[in-house]
């Protein structure tokens, strides 16, 4: 397949996100209770919330990040980069979990008034994650298509 640059842009805003998110998620899945994991990762406060509940959810999230979506997404955009179809394939699967992941992440966000309710908040930095999920997975399905 050829490697366009729409692929290049997609595939590197690929790796960028989910080098990003990966990192942190093996972060929070080696020192899950750390005081930075719980700022710089979670966000929020447990006390804020069920402390249960809260670890639960985010270490949840961590293992499935950090074990299934990173490297199934950084092989899909490295594939992509290659003009392989298999990287175009892998990268459509994991565009699902951007905007999947993000339905369960709002409602908790909204419902226990856990993360700042901000616009910067709602539209950088959590509105980026479906966004780029929907516009990869439509980007690499028509290029499947074609």
Same mark, same amino acid.
């Given at each position: 397949?050829?490697?366009?640059? %729409?692929?290049? *842009?997609?595939? +590197?805003? /690929?790796?960028?996100?989910?080098?990003? &998110?990966?990192?942190?998620?093996? #972060?929070?899945?080696?020192?899950?209770?750390?005081?930075?994991?719980?700022?710089?990762?979670?966000?929020?406060?447990?006390?804020?919330?069920?402390?249960?509940?809260?670890?639960?959810?985010?270490?949840?999230?961590?293992?499935?990040?950090?074990?299934?979506?990173?490297?199934?997404?950084? %092989?899909?955009? *490295?594939?992509? +980069?290659? /003009?392989?179809?298999?990287?175009?394939? &892998?990268?459509?699967?994991?565009? #699902?979990?951007?905007?999947?992941?993000?339905?369960?992440?709002?409602?908790?966000?909204?419902?226990?008034?856990?993360?700042?309710?901000?616009?910067?908040?709602?539209?950088?930095?959590?509105?980026?994650?479906?966004?780029?999920?929907?516009?990869?997975?439509?980007?690499?399905?028509?290029?499947?298509?074609?």
């Amino acid at each position: 397949m050829d490697v366009t640059a %729409a692929t290049v *842009i997609v595939a +590197l805003v /690929g790796l960028a996100l989910m080098l990003l &998110l990966g990192g942190l998620q093996l #972060v929070a899945v080696l020192r899950p209770k750390d005081p930075w994991t719980i700022k710089n990762v979670y966000g929020g406060d447990p006390d804020s919330t069920d402390p249960k509940a809260y670890f639960a959810f985010n270490q949840g999230y961590a293992w499935a990040d950090a074990v299934f979506w990173a490297p199934l997404q950084i %092989a899909g955009s *490295i594939g992509m +980069l290659m /003009g392989e179809r298999w990287g175009f394939v &892998l990268a459509l699967v994991a565009s #699902v979990p951007f905007w999947y992941t993000s339905i369960p992440i709002f409602v908790w966000d909204r419902d226990m008034g856990f993360r700042q309710n901000t616009l910067t908040y709602w539209l950088v930095i959590w509105g980026m994650w479906p966004t780029y999920g929907v516009i990869a997975g439509v980007y690499c399905a028509l290029r499947l298509l074609a």
